[in-house]
């Protein structure tokens, strides 16, 4: 191993964060800073850049060769390009891999799309540190994703690769703004627990929730276990085909790439175990195969918003030779 | 590279089909015989290695030191075991590599499920030579797969990866004899475009081919589409249908796995891209997401029935130094 320390950084639409990560994926020095992307792409990168100094620094006397970004997307990995991000205006075409590059000589740079770092991360420190072959879902405004097949990430050709959200779960299904019917992110996503459930209650359907609902109050997926806890029945259904969907998707997982594990993450894992795995779970062994045991294991992220800095870290050092 | 050929063998149901292979997967020396499986696993594995002492034989003074088997599985890659064989009586729990390298000192073996060596022989040296990501459908009895991601074949922890045809594209759909709902090889499939069509009319559906069904026939998928072709509404129907759950498959490949190019192989692909491309790619561009341009190109295999000799002799080949 010809250096034990890389530099992660994860750019969000709210916050810079990063952090300087030894070859166990640990984290031996961390830093977060407002994105202030009101402020346009040179000013987010320079940011970038002086918290990547901050961390040199911080190695001490340490050789650091390796800086790996993760950041929304879609991007290239191949080219190092920010394509758009959403949450980030003016980011369009952005050529961020040689922007940092050029304002940190002697560190080679790393552009991952945030959901494949924060997969990478839980496969190399998290949930999936025991195990070769990984699928993560990240429950959050969409159904985000990343695969880890054989110990490597799995980009495509596009690097587009484990877009789980939009698997077509239901062919008819509800519409997605990405132009699909019926993707898995229409139904299992944090926003969507909440939006079918308001659209429902407007629909007529009878629930504790309906009050809110009706005043013109924006509920939550947390709002939607809570009333389903409490023996609201809209609620409780909702929720359950939010868990089936993605125990459908996890069969798909399973046939397509067959990985020992897949993790969940993201803000619905608040939910715990007992709400969302334990009822993934039931679902998955109702829907699965029953002619080979090749079932995977169901578990929760564990590095919570770190995975990602650890995860595009842990991508930059596989540049290094040897 | 050590040893330019390598040994390919197709273990099937009927047939045992044999080749030696070149670096570039072209087939210098080929062989089959009839498998005679009625006589048991001793029997069929003698006339394996036969075979291969025979294409030793042919490889004249060149080296040869590695041995792919493509077999009907399910299998275990990493152990060499063959645990089932659904068209080989007494095929349980067989460590048919180990077999095969006792008999054939000097050989390394490789065993391989046969829809992994198809796929495998159309991305060295068919449809997929030019790119390095790629996913192979196979349309016949059923409908199997192989994925290749980088380069590599995707095998998964549980050596069941690609198992596309048991994909679930209908949640609350057809039974399929494997214990889920919905598979796609319930609806794509050669069979089961002929079965789909037999059951329509059994239900009261008027076709041409009411009356061979009536009368106790068993019509095929070929009959179908020669239906389809001639005006036969239901016939149209049922296979137009077929071709939008393998678009609808396309599209979840694409999210799952990103690959340039999907394959078609099997007997179905007989009828053409006519018949058989055209209507998936109208069907896939209805279907497919428009935030990205990473729609993968369709391709009809070309190897035919030697995909899988040259897809296990390509993988045996891998395991060689260098």
């Known amino acids: 191993m010809p250096s034990a320390l890389a530099i992660g950084i994860d750019l969000g639409g709210t916050n810079i964060k990063g952090g300087l990560c030894d070859a166990a994926g640990r984290l031996v020095a961390q830093r977060a800073v407002p994105t202030e992307g009101e402020h346009g792409p040179d000013h ?27 950041a929304p997307g879609p991007i290239s990995h191949a080219r190092g390009v920010i394509f758009r991000a959403p949450n980030l205006p003016q980011w369009i075409n952005i050529p961020l891999r040689d922007r940092l590059s050029d304002a940190l000589p002697g560190l080679v740079v790393v552009l991952e799309n945030d959901a494949n770092a924060a997969a990478y991360g839980e496969f190399v420190a998290g949930a999936g540190a025991d195990v070769e072959d990984m699928a993560m879902l990240t429950l959050g405004t969409g159904v985000g994703g990343g695969v880890v097949v054989a110990g490597r990430l799995v980009r495509g050709a596009f690097d587009n690769a484990g877009e789980i959200g939009h ?79 993605l125990a459908l998707a996890v069969v798909n997982i399973q046939h397509l790439y067959n990985p020992q594990l897949v993790v969940f993450s993201g803000g619905l894992i608040q939910a715990g175990a007992e709400h969302l795995l334990v009822p993934i779970q039931r679902h998955f062994d109702l829907l699965r195969w029953k002619i080979a045991p090749d079932a995977p294991r169901l578990a929760l992220a564990t590095l919570g918003t770190d995975a990602g800095v650890i995860g595009a870290a842990a991508l930059a050092r596989e540049t290094l030779p040897g």
């Open 44 to 70: 987010v990168i320079g940011r970038m850049a002086s918290m990547a100094r901050d961390l040199l620094a911080a190695a001490g006397g340490q050789s650091v060769r390796v800086l790996g970004v993760g």
């Open 167 to 245: 698997m077509i779960i239901e062919p008819a299904g509800r519409p997605c703004p990405c132009g699909q019917r019926g993707c898995l992110e229409r139904y299992a996503s944090a926003n969507a627990i909440a939006e079918r459930t308001a659209e429902a209650i407007a629909g007529g359907a009878r629930s504790t929730l309906a009050a809110r609902v009706s005043s013109g109050e924006r509920i939550t997926s947390a709002d939607v276990l809570a009333a389903a806890r409490a023996g609201d029945t809209l609620a409780a259904q909702v929720w359950d085909s939010a868990c089936r969907y």
